[in-house]
């Protein structure tokens, strides 16, 4: 009796530790384990379907293990030979035959979703069609039917299924919005275009990450998905289409046109697209996917990013005021040596670009 | 005297290959290396077959490949294999002279196909088929290559152990080797089958 | 010529060892190897979590961590797990079986000192300052000529070539020997789980690495030579590498995992004192469980974008795998079940190994689930998955293996009180360790992240990992001890120090001598040892003189499945044979070079 309190003592701090585990699900906006829109549920119900039909199994397992060991121990001085069983066929038939129910129990769930989950909806009016490009370290996506192309912060309609086509500029990234649904891959080359679909019934930022090894980088490669009302959405396209002023300053928008659209694009000055596209970069919620703009106003963050974005995100293609690039096909892109009054300019400039929708 | 002492008392027995335990073991790790080799040669295939159409810029396999010059090859390689099989027959039958002449042919018809394989694969880089030009280039040249560097090794191998027959005669020790290479000689004549049907024929099918 | 003497030179010390064919010592060089390289994977583990213990750490920066998790999983695997795994096949399987040594010995040296010079050459790129950084997996095109430059993944793919071609070797040599080389009597049915399970391996080995030679070579040509396979410009297909990685990787994994269910096998049986329970339906699970190996590999690619009727084939092929582990788990607990548990050492790792590797088994049947494979995939989750398996499962057994047949090794035993420490801090680290990483995966931090944003809850449960390793390390830190400490005890050790000992190697002494068996056994059951002494037991109890040599098993009238070994002529015992002596002498420097030394003149006996 003493004896099993003991060991129940033993394994109080163990259960109250895995209650904590499980109630810390964590973020809302970033847990697989509060999923927030209907895919990422049926992905949630078949990890809760499978988790309890593998506790079971553990439960069972554990539990034979633990009588087994306790009542089976050798005691001391006992030198008895226990019988030699060879096996014993009911036994093994009942532990082959009942896995393979679980399984069945298990199998067919799996067989429907993965059917309903790579569901087409290129074709379908209804659906926003969005095409992701991962690059080595961003995001940028292209809404064919609208004309519009951003970086970094993907805004959709709730409400509506979203048809993405995901591919890749470079290496191999995987697209990934953990609360709204699991990842895919997107691969680089003819034919390995992927297709994946999400839905967003409630309005809110949630966060997105690259979820295959892309580099150094590939850590702070993430991305904000933000999912708006459809009369807002509708406002956020128009204001990306409206045309753009350049920097009233000549000098900062000599620089800004020599240093920074060589690559990048803003509005319908689409000079580049090599790198993420500036329209609206003042109304997002980080510069460069990790430095968040309520932490620090935008103006300062665009300021470390442009200064030091080789320390931020090292490996990036982008050269920094003093650094060139070191890696990738971008390797040796001379640093962009902006003066300060130029950095100030373009920083404070960039800030201003803001969307109201 | 050497020569001598692993012949029993002067008496091979009639499969000398399988006599000692060593023989044996060294018959079957070189079916189950095979068995690795196969596998190494699928996998060459199906990157072959995954990449065969990304012809790019560079030439087709139907605008490439001149199948009366690649067919002789095929011939030739059979005719080869027929030819070790004849000299594993007069190593069963304890005819070392005979055993040697059949070796020898089999190593001149191995000579003459990979003469023909590098004068084709010269032909190719002269019309702009390299290993760089494309992925289908280097699928190709990947595989059949693999194959032809086996062939050398082939080769190099009997021509290696016709030698060392000549040193030390037809032993318990020296027969499981002319064994081996000849179930490795037709095992490259298999691949080659394989090669022909699936790089050259079906690349004119397209 | 009259006198046969066979006059090679025979070398002491160093020399011999650089020079030895005998399995026991390539057994032990294996170890030292592979043992040598788990410190340094340990040690790049430990660094990769002193990274991770707090968000936006900057001890190694984003570089070094790359190039820490590719060596990390590529030493542990290739360089560490499976060449301690060949030191215990080296080491037992020719006992085993009642062979005097393996098919090819040679061959045998050849194997281990091409991994190891791939090793050597894999682990060079520290000191040369290009260091692979695309992952272990190596996937295109971050580690095509394109995106990953400098020569890191060229160290990588030549290493691993090397490396690979002398694991080959390895496997078709133990193939040949498990099929060619068993005592009289021992017929498949009869032989040891733990062969079983080296024998399958094997097989597995040879069927699974020319895949990833080719792999390899297709990559080194890109790289050096400017072909395309995978360069996705010109006409080249990276997912054409996932699935040549993945056809090699997947048996890959079960290569590494089938030993260490022989070792189990071994060490629960000998420590319950109870045969095996089931062993036709374990050998049957095992040959199943290498079998659909082969057929599983895209379940490590459902995000890659196959499409449902690949994910779906491949989910359902993969929760096939559980039926026949699970069959396994079962006849472990019964095995356990009416026996006599002793906790030592070994039996406490082999026991320790049920519960986490069942852990590690629904995690994967889990994972098998391609539409929650989708959330999983390349997270934490994975993370914790495979190193349930692979550490709580491979490493586990190969620690309860070496506790098991130290004594058999080197004649010394391993201090009991300092084994089970090793046991408890071992245990305990790593359930710490990675326990935790299932939740960190599933609230949403991918796999091979060099650092962390704050406030996205990762950042407890990555110090309490943290932790964990630490704790591990100190666990290996007192095994290390364990061994300086054994290797200073003198005491010479029992043939059978257990007292339980069931298999062969059991009834010769220890270390055993060059030739192991002064005659070779006869085998009339599964068991072999176990059941010999348990029949001289019942005639010296019933007051009959037990046989003088202690190495030759005696016929009983009475032992199960008589009638079926009366096949080798050789009557009792067969005649120790004049060439397998000579043979466990011949040396390297002799095949290698020769024309120095006499040949053998002996007559070779059929």
């Avoid at chain 1, 961003?138 to 951003?150: H, Q």
């Avoid at chain 1, 967003?200 to 580099?215: S, Y």
């Avoid at chain 2, 012809?55 to 070790?84: C, K, R, W, Y």
């Avoid at chain 3, 029992?494 to 055993?512: F, T």
């Amino acid at each position: 009796m003493m004896n099993r309190w003991r060991v129940l003592k033993r394994l109080l701090p163990l259960m109250a530790g895995m209650a904590l585990l499980l109630s810390a699900c964590g973020r809302d906006d970033l847990s697989t384990l509060s999923p927030q829109g209907p895919v990422a549920q049926k992905q949630f119900d078949l990890m809760t379907l499978s988790i309890s039909i593998m506790a079971l199994v553990v439960v069972v397992v554990f539990a034979i293990c633990i009588y087994v060991l306790i009542r089976f121990r050798r005691r001391k001085g006992d030198n008895t030979i226990p019988k030699q069983v060879e096996g014993n066929h009911t036994l093994e038939i009942i532990w082959t035959v009942v896995p393979i129910i679980l399984l069945l129990i298990l199998g067919v769930p799996t067989i429907n979703t993965v059917f309903g989950l790579s569901k087409d909806y290129s074709k379908d009016p209804e659906a926003v069609q969005v095409t992701v490009t991962s690059h080595q370290y961003w995001w940028e996506f292209e809404y064919p039917e609208y004309g519009i192309k951003t970086a970094q912060e993907l805004i959709v309609p709730t409400g509506r299924k979203i048809q993405f086509k995901l591919a890749s500029g470079d290496v191999t990234h995987a697209f990934w919005i953990p609360s709204i649904g699991g990842k895919i891959d997107t691969n680089a080359g003819l034919g390995t275009t992927n297709k994946l679909y999400l839905e967003f019934p409630n309005e809110g930022v949630f966060r997105g990450k690259c979820a295959e090894l892309c580099g150094p980088s590939h850590a702070l490669m993430d991305f904000k998905a933000k999912a708006v009302n459809q009369a807002s959405f509708d406002r956020w396209v128009a204001a990306m289409k409206a045309p753009v002023a350049m920097p009233a300053d000549e000098k900062v928008k000599a620089a800004f046109e020599s240093k920074c659209l060589t690559c990048h694009a803003i509005g319908e000055t689409n000079a580049g697209s090599a790198a993420p596209n500036l329209t609206g970069v003042g109304s997002r919620l980080t510069v460069g996917g990790i430095l968040y703009n309520d932490e620090k106003s935008v103006e300062e963050n665009l300021k470390d990013w442009i200064s030091h974005a080789q320390t931020i995100k090292p490996g990036n293609q982008m050269p920094d005021v003093s650094t060139n690039v070191k890696y990738g096909p971008g390797k040796g892109t001379t640093a962009t040596g902006l003066t300060e009054e130029e950095l100030d300019g373009i920083a404070k400039y960039l800030a201003g670009q803001k969307l109201e929708y | 005297m050497s020569a001598h002492d692993h012949q029993l008392d002067g008496h091979l027995p009639h499969e000398p290959e399988k006599a000692t335990l060593e023989g044996r073991n060294k018959i079957l790790g070189f079916w189950l290396f095979l068995g690795a080799e196969t596998v190494l040669f699928g996998t060459l295939f199906a990157a072959f077959i995954a990449l065969r159409h990304q012809t790019l810029d560079g030439p087709t396999p139907d605008h490439l490949f001149e199948l009366p010059m690649v067919f002789a090859a095929t011939m030739i390689l059979l005719v080869s294999s027929l030819a070790s099989v004849f000299a594993v027959q007069a190593l069963h039958q304890h005819k070392v002279k005979q055993m040697i002449v059949w070796l020898i042919i089999t190593i001149l018809l191995g000579l003459s196909f990979l003469g023909l394989e590098i004068y084709e694969f010269n032909t190719y880089v002269s019309e702009g088929h390299k290993l760089t030009t494309s992925a289908f280039s280097s699928s190709f040249y990947t595989l059949v290559g693999f194959h032809g560097a086996h062939v050398a090794f082939g080769v190099l191998w009997i021509g290696l152990l016709i030698a060392q027959i000549f040193k030390k005669g037809l032993t318990v020790v020296t027969a499981p080797k002319i064994y081996v290479s000849a179930i490795y000689w037709h095992f490259i004549d298999v691949v080659w089958v394989f090669i022909f049907t699936v790089v050259y024929l079906m690349g004119k099918v397209g | 010529m009259a006198a046969h003497a066979h006059t090679v030179k025979r070398y002491r010390g160093l020399m011999d060892w650089l020079t030895t064919v005998d399995h026991k010592k390539i057994g032990i060089l294996y170890l030292i190897a592979g043992g040598l390289f788990f410190l340094v994977g340990g040690l790049e583990a430990i660094l990769i979590r002193i990274q991770l213990i707090k968000p936006m750490n900057n001890f190694v920066g984003a570089d070094t961590f790359n190039q820490l998790i590719t060596m990390h999983g590529t030493t542990m695997i290739f360089l560490a797990a499976m060449p301690m795994l060949f030191a215990l096949m080296n080491a037992v399987i020719p006992l085993q079986i009642g062979a005097r040594d393996v098919a090819f010995p040679f061959l045998n040296s050849l194997g281990f000192w091409t991994f190891f010079a791939g090793g050597v050459l894999l682990n060079i790129s520290w000191f040369a300052g290009d260091i692979p950084d695309a992952g272990w997996t190596s996937y295109v095109p971050l580690a095509g000529p394109t995106y990953g430059g400098g020569h890191g993944v060229d160290y990588y793919l030549m290493g691993l070539q090397i490396a690979g071609i002398g694991t080959l070797i390895g496997g078709i040599n133990f193939m040949a020997t498990i099929i060619n080389m068993r005592a009289p009597g021992m017929s498949f049915m009869r032989m040891p789980m733990f062969t079983w399970t080296i024998f399958i391996t094997s097989a597995l080995i040879v069927f699974a690495f020319p895949v990833l030679t080719v792999g390899l070579v297709a990559l080194t040509f890109d790289r050096l030579f400017q072909a395309n396979f995978f360069e996705t410009g010109n006409g080249g297909n990276a997912v054409l590498w996932e699935h040549i990685f993945w056809v090699f990787g997947h048996p890959e994994v079960y290569i590494l995992i089938l030993p260490a269910f022989g070792v189990i096998s071994e060490v629960i049986s000998t420590f319950s004192r109870k045969r095996l329970f089931g062993y036709s339906s374990m050998v049957f699970a095992t040959v199943l469980i290498a079998f659909l190996g082969f057929m599983v590999w895209a379940h490590h690619m459902f995000t890659t974008g196959l499409g449902p009727v690949a994910n779906g084939l491949f989910s359902i092929a993969t929760m096939l795998i559980a039926v026949p582990t699970g069959v396994k788990i079962f006849n472990w607990l019964f095995t356990l079940w009416g026996g006599s548990i002793s906790f030592t050492s070994a039996s406490l790792f082999a026991i320790g190994f049920i519960p986490t590797f069942v852990m590690g088994g629904v995690t994967g049947v889990m994972l098998a689930v391609a539409p929650a494979d989708f959330q999983y995939h390349d997270t934490y989750f994975v993370v914790a998955h495979f190193h349930y398996v692979i550490v709580g499962g491979l490493i586990f057994g190969i620690f309860s293996g070496l506790h098991y047949w130290w004594p058999k090794m080197f004649g010394r035993m391993l201090n009991e009180k300092l084994g089970k420490a090793t046991f408890w801090t071992f245990f305990i680290g790593f359930h710490l360790t990675f326990f935790i990483q299932h939740f960190l995966g599933l609230i949403g931090m991918p796999r091979r992240v060099w650092t962390y944003l704050p406030g996205q809850g990762f950042d407890t449960m990555n110090a309490v990992s943290t932790v964990g390793a630490f704790l591990m390390g100190i666990g290996t830190i007192i095994f290390v001890v364990n061994v300086i400490v054994s290797a200073a005890n003198k005491k010479p050790v029992a043939d059978d120090p257990w007292e339980d000992g069931r298999s062969l190697e059991w009834s010769i002494p220890s270390p055993p001598p060059e030739y192991n068996f002064k005659q070779l056994p006869l085998v009339r059951s599964y068991d072999a040892w176990w059941n010999e002494k348990q029949k001289r037991q019942r005639r010296n109890a019933a007051g009959r003189a037990g046989r003088t040599d202690p190495y030759a098993f005696a016929i009983d009238p009475s032992a199960r499945h008589e009638h079926r070994i009366v096949r080798s002529g050789a009557g009792l015992h067969v005649r120790p044979s004049g060439r397998c002596h000579r043979r466990a002498r011949r040396h390297l420097w002799q095949h290698v070079l020769p024309l120095r030394v006499r040949r053998s003149r002996l007559p070779h006996r059929a």
